[in-house]
């Protein structure tokens, strides 16, 4: 072999030798990095356990439901509309209040005492406020302004609801029931209850009224009345000195005297067995928002009372009771919420289902 042919071998062999070590080094580094991506990163930050060396728990506390908010003097009519929560406090002021952050936007007299501390004298619609006054009137509200808008000359009110293109007010001392119209606040029509009427509302395409004390003796009765024709359709005896009521939920619900709400079926005017029993006994209020039926117990001065749910199907109370302030009157549900009027410590409960 000549010498150039030595030469050319020998370069040909240093080059793949060379190669061979690039190949080498090349799957070095690959393996180099495998083994740096599986190892744990270095932590760089440090995490204080505090005394115990445990690490800090990262589960969210859990929504708060429920909430008080400080209006003052005696609440005991609440309703919610128009986006707000309205609150008749001390039969003195109408208080409009944030239902997000709970602030009072506005108080707003009458010229007249508000309210008949009962738990009905205030309704809202899209338009105005409508609450009874001490002296029997009804005060319309503007909303708009937050002032007074007129005052309509009644005899005796007490308790006043909304809907079927009117606004419908109970007298109890007088047997009556009145209708006004929302538009022009006058009195278009009265339809003649026995019984001393008190709580009243709308659904079902009907008005109705409960009454504690009819003459015929059959110790309390809701009257079902034809928007129509302001006549009354249906007398329905339920017993336990009915007193006020609610509609929804696919019923009609009347409170008694003896710690008990009743349903009444609206298709069948039937009442539906057995009641739901709220306490032993004692008043009750009511209130329907949601899909969901809620009362209470007018417990009396500075007993601290609770609000229960009642299943619309079975007629049961469920759940545990819901803690609300002393002497809660009035209830109303709306803006996802449950709103409690507590009369005795001056404070509106506010509950949100969970």
């Known amino acids: 072999m000549s010498r150039q042919s030595k030469v050319a071998l020998a370069a040909i062999f240093g080059a793949l030798v ?13 393996d180099t990095d495998d083994d740096e991506e599986s190892a744990p990163p270095i932590a760089t930050d440090v995490v204080e356990t505090g005394e115990t060396g445990e690490l800090p728990s990262t589960e969210e506390e859990p929504t708060e439901l429920s909430r008080t908010i400080e209006v003052g003097g005696f609440p ?16 003195r002021r ?8 709970g602030t009072i936007e506005a108080q707003i007299g009458a010229g007249d005492e508000l309210g008949s501390e009962r738990p009905c004298g205030v309704a809202v619609d899209r338009d105005a406020a409508w609450v009874t006054t ?3 009137d009804v005060a319309r509200i503007n909303t708009r302004g937050n002032r007074l808008g007129r005052l309509v000359d009644l005899s005796g009110a007490a308790c006043v609801a909304l809907g079927a293109g009117g606004v419908w007010v109970t007298s109890p001392d007088l047997d009556t029931v009145t209708r006004i ?12 209850v026995d019984g001393f009427p008190q709580g009243i509302d709308v659904g079902f395409g009907s008005v109705w009224v409960a009454a504690a004390d009819p003459p015929d003796g059959v110790n309390g009765s809701v009257y079902r009345i034809d928007p129509q024709t302001n006549e009354i359709v249906t007398v329905i005896p339920v017993g336990a000195l009915p007193e006020f009521l609610a509609v929804g939920a696919g019923g009609v619900w009347v409170t008694g005297s003896d710690g008990t709400v009743r349903q009444i079926e609206p ?5 539906v067995d057995p009641p739901a ?22 417990t009396g001065p500075d007993a601290v009372g609770s609000v229960v749910e009642i299943d619309p199907e079975t007629n049961e109370v469920i759940g545990a009771p819901i803690p609300v302030g002393a002497n809660p009157i009035g209830l109303a549900f709306g803006a996802g919420s449950l709103w409690v009027a ?13």
Do not use: K
């Not at 060379?18 to 690959?30: D, E, F, N, P, S």
């Not at 109408?94 to 952050?101: G, K, S, V």
């Open 267 to 271: 298709r069948s005017n039937q009442l």
């Open 18 to 30: 060379g190669l061979g070590t690039l190949v080498g080094v090349v799957y070095a580094l690959r």
């Open 134 to 136: 001490v002296s029997g």
């Open 277 to 298: 029993q709220v306490s032993e006994d004692g008043r009750t209020s009511v209130t329907v928002g949601g899909g969901r039926v809620f009362a209470t117990t007018i």
């Open 342 to 354: 507590n009369y005795s410590d001056g404070t509106i409960t506010s509950y949100t289902p969970g």
């Open 181 to 192: 119209d929302p538009v022009t606040a006058t009195v278009v029509a009265q339809v003649e």
């Open 94 to 101: 109408l208080l409009r209040i944030d239902p997000d952050t």
């Open 76 to 91: 005991n009519a609440v309703a919610v509309g128009q986006g707000s929560v309205w609150v008749v406090r001390d039969g």
